[in-house]
C-alpha cells in the first residue's frame, strides 16, 4: 500500500465533505462513508443528533439545513459558555454548533467558525443569514493553520473533526496558541479503546473520512495535550456512543474499537 502524504489525506477528507455540504437537504450525509445508511432522510438528521444529546429546543433553534447529521457529541452542551465569551469551533460544516453557541454567548459575544471546505463555508454563511445570527462569521482555513489571532478566544468547541486531521499535535498546538490564558477546550471527539485492526486502519479514504482511522486513543490524546502546554485535562470515554458508532459502517464491529469521548482542557 502506498503511504499518503498528510495533505493527500487532507484532500481526501476535503473531497468527502464537499460531496455532504453540496448534496440535497433531503441526501444522505453524515460523519461516515458516503454509502452509509445511517441517515436517509431530513427526519433522520435530528434523530441522529437526538442520539448525540442535542435536545429538541437545540434542533428548533438552527436554520433548515445547518444540521447535517454530522458528530459524534455535543460539545456546546458541555462548554459551559456565557454571555459575552468569544468562541471558536474547529470544523464547523453547516453552522450547526456554532449556532447554538451563538445562543449561548449572546449580542456582547462572538462566535468563528473554522472549515477547509469551501462548499461547507459556503453552507454556514447562507444559514447564518437566514437565521440571522449576526454575532456569528465563518472563516476558510485548516485547524493546523487557523485563520485567527493569539490569546483571541475564551472557549474551543469541535465535534467529531479534530480525528480527521493527519497532525494532530499542530492542532492542538494552534489551539493553545489561539486561546485566551485560563480559556478552555471542549470537543467531542472519537478515540480508540482498542487497536484497530489493519484492515480499518490501513483504510486511509472512506474510513479515515469517516471518523474511524485516524482516532488516536485516549494516552495519546493526552500526551499530545500535555505537550502543547494544556493543564487540567479529563478525557470521559462515552461507552453508550457504542449504540450509534456500530451503524456506522455496519457489520464491521468498529464499535469494538472506537467510542466518542469528551475531552476538555485548560490554557
Known sequence: ???????????NVRGHYQKVAVKKIEASSCCTPADSSCCDTPADFDAISAKLGYSSSDLAAVPEGANLGLGCGNPQAIAE??????????????????FLASRQVGDQGHVIGVDMTPEMISRARENAIKGKFNNT??????IEYLPVADNSVNVIISNCVINLSP?????????????QPGGRLAISDIVTTAELPPEIKNDLDELYSGCISGASSIADVEQMLHESGFTEIRIEPKDESRTFIKDWVPGANVDEYIV????????
Request: neutral net charge; aromatic residues 8%; proline residues 0%.
Open 81 to 98: 459558555l456565557q454571555a459575552g465569551e468569544h468562541v471558536l469551533d474547529l470544523g464547523s460544516g453547516g453552522g450547526f454548533d456554532c
Open 137 to 142: 462569521e465563518f472563516r476558510l482555513g485548516e
Open 260 to 267: 466518542s469521548a469528551v475531552i476538555k482542557a485548560r490554557k
Open 1 to 11: 500500500m502506498t503511504k499518503l502524504t498528510n495533505d493527500q489525506i487532507r484532500q
Open 167 to 179: 497532525d494532530k499535535q499542530q492542532v492542538f498546538h494552534e489551539a493553545y496558541r489561539v486561546l
